[in-house]
């Protein structure tokens, strides 16, 4: 099963590998400046002074961006493995607390797929995991929400647990501070566990559980009343008219919007790999706890954890509308904060199916190896769309390089506009859409190149070609 974990490890490579043909894009345009004339003063004062509040945002973003465009490409390596890393981690507490005994390689095994689905079974895989600006919003978010449980589920001594409470708070007042759409997925998941708190926790533990649910909840509303009443909060509320978030057409729109989301995840086939790795871990539970058939207890925690998914889901669909509209079902990127809740949900599934054929059946192996093909073929599968990617990036990091070349040689020589070429790439935002009618962000190029304005590129000629 070690061996197993090797293929969405070998994908994750070659992901990381191909990080090296990013190029800045969208509001990297608009960080980069900052950054290089301000360092992280001029970014917290623009993100919590102007844009959004998000405090926790602006240093993160300080962190890569003070590095120029090295920065833009070793952020999606470095923050992959981290999120590999925390999310092992996450696996192997949950089984230590759960008291499962498995084989040595099959904590990574889980979180292994895991992470590749997470970051690479995305419609849009480049902006959630190459693009810095969404990553830092979307994706890093919902694991550092999960590397949070690792110290409570480990923790045994007194002073643990009060560690264990403190890193809780921290991480819950930062994700507020951080992103407002994990901060609802947090405190979604936190209410369901203290709902279900007397059935499913542990008489001796429940205590110090439940304080630690309440202290998630209390610290990430703390957070985000601090991101709410910022001055760049109320300007973004302001400048997107997030007065119409609970009007009934609003709030039927979003309800319409989340459905399309949730069609759109039920039927990715990819996901199977989620439910396939649950099934492997299942299967290889060791003693008596895998062969018991599952309970009242794991039907709650199921069914919990699913309510949580769709009401926090909706939720985030809903407070997104009013900035996005009905681009909340196109901005895949919107998704990853419940999105690895599902993710770990049908992990949890697959768990439960495996416990279910074992109390039941004496030989499992055709379903090991079954999960085991699944598990394969989602690895395949989630490699050659990465391939297809890598062909767009490069292209991308050419045009990109070449222009870069010219605009900085024009600058040098005293000029004052520069012409720009629109560089698309898996949607993200360049200056000049819509017929060169949505200008955003050019101002922002001016800024990195140090000139006045920037004009869109004539079309090039048949003879200029």
């Known amino acids: 099963m070690g061996l197993l974990s090797l293929l969405p490890l070998a994908v994750f490579a070659f992901a990381a590998w191909n990080a090296r043909w990013v190029r800045p894009g969208g509001d990297d345009w608009c960080f980069l400046p900052v950054v290089r004339d301000g360092g992280l003063p001029a970014m917290v004062q623009k993100f919590y002074g102007h844009d959004n509040g998000r405090l926790v945002n602006a240093v993160l973003v300080w962190a890569y961006a003070r590095f120029g465009e090295a920065g833009q490409q070793w952020f999606a390596p470095v923050s992959g493995a981290l999120m590999l890393v925390l999310l092992w981690a996450f696996a192997a507490a949950v089984l230590s607390a759960a008291r499962l005994r498995v084989p040595r390689g099959v904590p990574l095994l889980v979180a292994s797929m895991v992470t590749a689905l997470f970051l690479f079974g995305s419609p849009n ?4 995991f190459y693009w810095p600006a969404a990553s830092v919003s979307h994706t890093l978010p919902p694991v550092f929400a999960c590397a949070a449980a690792v110290p409570v589920l480990r923790a045994t001594s007194r002073r643990g647990k009060y560690l264990a409470l403190l890193a809780v708070a921290v991480t819950g007042t930062s994700l507020g501070l951080l992103s407002e759409e994990t901060s609802v997925v947090v405190s979604a998941v936190l209410a369901s566990a203290l709902l279900i708190s007397s059935h499913v926790f542990p008489e001796a533990r429940r205590r110090f559980l439940r304080a630690c649910c309440a202290t998630g909840i209390a610290s990430t509303v703390l957070g985000t009343l601090i991101l709410y009443t910022s001055p760049g909060s109320l300007h973004r509320r302001e ?5 119409t978030m609970l009007t009934p057409d609003s709030l039927l729109a979003s309800l319409h919007g989340f459905r399309e989301i949730l069609t759109t995840l039920l039927t990715t086939w990819q996901y199977l790999g989620a439910i396939a790795a649950g099934l ?3 299967l290889l539970i060791r003693g008596p706890l895998g062969r018991r058939a599952p309970g009242k207890k794991d039907g709650l925690t199921a069914a919990a954890g699913g309510c949580a998914l769709l009401a ?6 809903v407070i997104t ?10 901005s895949t990127r919107l998704w990853n904060d419940y999105l ?17 054929l074992r109390s039941r059946v004496r030989r499992t192996w055709p379903v090991l190896a079954t999960g085991s093909v699944v598990y394969a073929v989602v690895c395949v599968a989630l490699a050659a769309s990465l391939a297809g990617l890598e062909t767009h990036m490069i292209t991308r990091a050419h045009g990109w390089d070449h222009q870069n070349r010219v605009m900085r040689s024009q600058a040098a020589s005293g000029a004052q506009t520069l012409p720009y070429k629109r560089l698309p790439l ?3 935002t360049e200056p000049f859409r819509h017929g060169g009618r949505a200008k955003w962000p050019a101002s922002c190029i001016a800024d990195y190149y140090k000139v006045q304005h920037i004009t869109q590129a004539p079309p090039r000629t048949s003879r200029q070609r």
Do not use: D, E, H, Q
């Open 125 to 128: 895989t480049y902006k959630t």
């Open 239 to 243: 400048r997107k008219n997030a007065s």
């Open 280 to 282: 492997l871990l299942g």
């Open 312 to 317: 926090a889901g909706y939720v985030c669909t």
């Open 321 to 330: 509308y009013p900035v996005f509209g009905a681009g909340v079902v196109s």
């Open 340 to 356: 690895l809740l599902y993710i770990l949900l049908l992990v949890y599934a697959g768990t439960l199916a495996a416990r279910t």
């Open 426 to 428: 898996s949607k993200m």
